[in-house]
């Protein structure tokens, strides 16, 4: 299947819509917003010169970081969520966001960094279609939840040159409760591996500058030290131990989280050095670790 005929079925799968595991049926492309409350047009929150992801996506120039509004999940701890659940951002052409990557990419950016993209993948694919046309070069990144359809990542093959998504839980539970998924378990799962054949494990340049791969991320939650270990356990034994992970410690009780006792409290150093242990016991050995905030 041709990139132009890649998009078209992206585009088309938006008139009763299946682009993300919700399935909403809304017909986005005639206005009705679905699940992620977004319809046809694109909103943006940023666009800028970003230093603070992983080594090899940030480098020394930075990451190329395209802030979309909106999400197709509801995160009670979500630290971005005037953007991924108010709606926070502006209003932009196709045209603009092409504009933005080949401007991205003249301030010497690594890459461009797609965060929260997967209500628009349908415009995102069009956009860097577009935009190598023009001139663009450099590795473009799409910065996830973790909860893809693999339909739509099918649809992107050769469009993305890295994921970087998040594997946030491993009990359906914990998700439902947390994010208003019940199924987010088998659809992260099958999606990673998705995107494991797709771009295979991180391989990087002479630099150290991620070119082509994967990288999954897991952010360590209070009080629940075991869905990480679970987590870690699938990337070792069904992905790979070579796998790249970055073990986040970064977490902070923000917008619902005090709806929950476990929640409102920050991460304990204890926690957090048991999910480095369980890390390298598994022989997860790529990656990194992050000093507890």
């Given at each position: 299947?041709?990139?132009?005929?890649?998009?078209?079925?992206?585009?088309?799968?938006?008139?009763s819509?299946?682009?993300?595991?919700?399935?909403?049926?809304?017909?986005?492309?005639?206005g009705?917003?679905?699940?992620?409350?977004?319809?046809d047009?694109?909103?943006?929150?940023?666009?800028?010169?970003?230093?603070?992801?992983?080594?090899?996506?940030?480098?020394?120039?930075g990451?190329g970081?395209?802030?979309f509004t909106?999400?197709?999940?509801?995160?009670?701890?979500?630290?971005?969520?005037?953007?991924?659940?108010?709606?926070?951002?502006?209003?932009?052409?196709?045209?603009?966001?092409?504009?933005?990557?080949l401007?991205?990419?003249?301030?010497?950016?690594?890459?461009?960094?797609?965060?929260?993209?997967?209500?628009?993948?349908?415009q995102?694919?069009k956009?860097?279609?577009n935009?190598?046309?023009?001139?663009?070069?450099?590795?473009?990144?799409?910065?996830?939840?973790?909860?893809?359809?693999?339909?739509?990542?099918?649809?992107?093959?050769?469009?993305?040159?890295?994921?970087?998504?998040?594997?946030?839980?491993?009990?359906?539970?914990?998700?439902y409760?947390?994010?208003?998924?019940?199924?987010?378990?088998?659809?992260?799962?099958?999606?990673l591996?998705?995107?494991?054949?797709?771009?295979?494990?991180?391989?990087?340049?002479?630099?150290?500058?991620?070119?082509?791969?994967?990288?999954v991320?897991?952010?360590?939650?209070?009080?629940n030290?075991?869905n990480?270990?679970?987590?870690?356990?699938?990337?070792?034994?069904e992905?790979?131990?070579?796998?790249?992970?970055?073990?986040?410690?970064?977490?902070?009780?923000?917008?619902?989280?005090?709806?929950?006792?476990?929640?409102?409290r920050?991460?304990?150093?204890?926690?957090?050095?048991?999910?480095?242990?369980c890390?390298?016991?598994?022989?997860?050995?790529?990656?990194?670790?992050?000093?507890l905030?």
């Amino acid at each position: 299947m041709s990139f132009e005929e890649k998009i078209e079925k992206l585009y088309r799968m938006m008139d009763s819509c299946t682009i993300c595991p919700r399935k909403c049926k809304a017909d986005r492309n005639k206005g009705q917003k679905g699940l992620c409350k977004t319809a046809d047009k694109i909103f943006i929150a940023s666009s800028n010169v970003h230093t603070g992801e992983e080594p090899p996506i940030s480098g020394e120039r930075g990451s190329g970081t395209i802030f979309f509004t909106n999400c197709t999940m509801a995160c009670v701890f979500c630290q971005n969520y005037p953007i991924s659940q108010l709606g926070n951002g502006r209003e932009v052409s196709l045209d603009e966001i092409v504009d933005a990557m080949l401007d991205l990419q003249g301030k010497g950016v690594h890459n461009i960094n797609f965060v929260t993209p997967t209500h628009y993948s349908a415009q995102i694919a069009k956009a860097v279609f577009n935009a190598k046309k023009q001139g663009l070069k450099i590795p473009v990144l799409y910065n996830c939840s973790g909860y893809e359809s693999v339909e739509t990542l099918g649809l992107l093959e050769g469009t993305i040159d890295i994921y970087l998504p998040d594997i946030k839980y491993s009990d359906n539970e914990i998700a439902y409760k947390y994010s208003g998924v019940r199924d987010y378990v088998e659809v992260n799962r099958a999606a990673l591996k998705e995107m494991k054949r797709q771009v295979g494990d991180l391989r990087v340049d002479d630099e150290g500058i991620a070119v082509k791969g994967l990288i999954v991320r897991h952010m360590v939650l209070p009080g629940n030290v075991e869905n990480t270990k679970k987590s870690l356990e699938f990337i070792a034994n069904e992905l790979s131990p070579d796998t790249f992970v970055s073990l986040m410690a970064q977490y902070h009780a923000a917008h619902k989280s005090n709806m929950f006792p476990e929640l409102s409290r920050g991460l304990t150093q204890e926690e957090y050095d048991e999910a480095v242990d369980c890390l390298e016991s598994l022989g997860l050995h790529n990656g990194w670790i992050q000093e507890l905030e």
